[in-house]
């Protein structure tokens, strides 16, 4: 993260203009009063105003320091830094809580923190977001907090009561104000409470959460009343839309029945045009747009333009491993739906277990009303980080598993794991000079 830091400047993100719009017109009324814009100032004015507040103070302090006459140009250097440090500590600080959820899903387990670190940073989709001025590194942040809310509450066996429905509600608002995907998370909150035991948990539950959600609303709901009066939906985007009909995508989009070897070759754009999952597994593992690890948008210069290809391959190879685990444990997790005497741990997987699914439904709707054919631009690792961090507890407890069952094959995966991180190191540091 250091030398990522360090060579990395954000306006190469994603959309990255059309977010340096955004905090140009947001910090233009600041601190007086807050003023979001419209489609007609920023191609991103349906994202919630969470994500720029940050970068937006950056610019208010710097203009009233520094002497200027183009106030815009010249602080942007210093907002971009700064607000790239903000987000890398957000991200230690999502990591911390993370092993202090595994603290609590494991109290015996000496290595439970290392090995959901392990399980996060093999991601190389975390070093490009968080990088990038948007939303995503927001909702990693606020899910990590709700995560651990809820895991503490249902380890403990504690009831939920009217300060708790202040507080998730507060961090739901948050959310709801960060980015539209963590809207995906949303229906996880409410089914769960019909995996509890008791008609009173239930009962008690609902009311908590009901709660939670209109602190929630009160909260974040100006934002979305705000693009329905401006923009005729709540859910406006700057792209039109089509009635949801699986026919609006290719059948390749879902499944190609053609063997595509690239994947563990070279897989980079365009070799994976608008197909679904070989361009979301080489964006997690690697860099399939060519936004961080290498420059796509010409081979005349940066660094490894004629070799990242081969090497992404091996990456994609090499992550077979950590998928398999993710996976194994998303699919074991089934069994805890039918499952009569759930424990209290049981529970707070399948919160996770839910939030997958729901991300993943809620994602492939999105791509379905608003497909970007032919090249499928809109299908990046970024836009889900939130399930690939989920189903990363559910790997920890896939390797528990084996703890305790085979301390042998429990080393050989953490080692392999580790071998796994070694060798994908390269792509989690950025050559996009």
């Known amino acids: 993260m250091v030398i990522n830091f360090q060579i990395y400047d954000p306006i190469y993100g994603y959309d990255a203009e059309a977010h340096y719009n955004y905090i140009d017109f947001f910090s233009m009324y600041l601190p007086d009063t807050i003023k979001v814009p419209t489609s007609e100032d920023t191609r991103e004015f349906f994202s919630p105003p969470m994500p720029y507040l940050f970068p937006s103070s950056v610019i208010v302090v710097c203009r009233n320091i520094i002497e200027s006459t183009n106030f815009v140009e010249d602080c942007r250097p210093y907002m971009s830094k700064i607000s790239q440090l903000f987000q890398i500590v957000l991200f230690f600080l999502s990591l911390f809580v993370y092993t202090k959820i595994a603290k609590l899903l494991y109290p015996k387990s000496r290595e439970a923190s290392f090995i959901i670190l392990l399980l996060i940073l093999v991601q190389t989709v975390n070093y490009r977001t968080f990088l990038m001025i948007r939303g995503e590194p927001y909702i990693i942040f606020f899910q990590s907090l709700l995560l651990y809310y809820f895991c503490k509450k249902f380890i403990n066996r504690e009831p939920f009561d009217l300060k708790d429905s202040l507080i998730i509600g507060i961090l739901i608002g948050l959310l709801g104000l960060s980015k539209q995907w963590a809207f995906l998370l949303f229906p996880s909150y409410f089914f769960i409470l019909f995996f509890l035991k008791t008609k009173k948990s239930k009962k008690e539950f609902f009311r908590f959460i009901t709660i939670a959600f209109l602190i929630a609303f009160i909260l974040c709901g100006w934002f979305y009343i705000n693009l329905l009066f401006n923009e005729g939906s709540p859910i406006a985007f700057n792209h039109p839309s089509k009635s949801f009909d699986l026919r609006n995508q290719p059948l390749d989009f879902y499944f190609s029945f053609e063997a595509n070897l690239k994947l563990f070759t070279n897989p980079i754009r365009p070799n994976f045009d608008n197909q679904l999952l070989p361009i979301i597994y080489s964006d997690l593992w690697g860099d399939y747009w060519g936004y961080f690890t290498f420059v796509l948008s010409g081979w005349d210069f940066g660094r490894n333009q004629e070799t990242i290809g081969s090497y992404l391959g091996r990456i994609n190879l090499f992550s077979l491993l950590p998928t398999y685990i993710y996976l194994f444990g998303f699919f074991l997790t089934f069994k805890l739906f039918n499952k009569q005497n759930r424990n209290q741990r049981d529970i707070f997987k399948l919160l996770i277990q839910l939030g997958i699914i729901f991300t993943f439904i809620g994602y492939l709707w999105f791509t379905i009303r608003y497909p970007a054919k032919p090249s499928g631009d809109s299908i990046k690792a970024t836009y889900m ?49």
């Open 385 to 433: 980080i939130q399930l690939f961090h989920l189903i990363a507890f559910l790997g920890l407890d896939v390797l528990e598993s084996f703890k305790n069952k085979s301390y042998k094959k429990y080393v050989l995966l953490v080692s392999s794991l580790i071998i796994v991180y070694m060798h994908n190191l390269p792509a989690m540091i950025t050559h996009y000079l």
